[in-house]
């Protein structure tokens, strides 16, 4: 019975922590606001990425991510093409690893 309450408990707490914020705020964002969330999403992912690619063994090294990394991030920059990217950044991922 405990570990039921346990789970019900913690289902009302993650729901209603989700919900409040929708029921609270009524208010459209402004213009500014929207803006700047649309920056959140790549740099959450930037902040999950970049340190396995810098520091995979919790020291810097020139590893094949690395470099895959940052050739992945030209081609996404040049071309702002998600599977030309995603294709670059694999392909040469494995033609390094071949001879790294």
Same mark, same amino acid.
């Given at each position: &019975? ?26 459209k964002p402004g213009p500014g ?24 063994q919790g020291k810097f090294e020139f ?36 001879? &790294?």
């Amino acid at each position: &019975m405990n570990i039921w309450l346990t789970m019900l408990g913690m289902a009302f707490v993650t729901y209603s922590v989700r919900v409040l914020p929708l029921v609270a705020v009524r208010v459209k964002p402004g213009p500014g606001f929207e803006q700047v969330l649309r920056y959140v999403p790549p740099a959450v992912f930037a902040a999950l990425i970049v340190p396995e690619f810098i520091i995979p063994q919790g020291k810097f090294e020139f590893s094949p991510a690395f470099f895959a990394g940052i050739i992945g991030v030209t081609v996404a920059w040049r071309t702002q093409n998600m599977a030309l990217t995603i294709l670059a950044g694999i392909s040469s991922f494995a033609v390094l690893r071949l001879f &790294m």
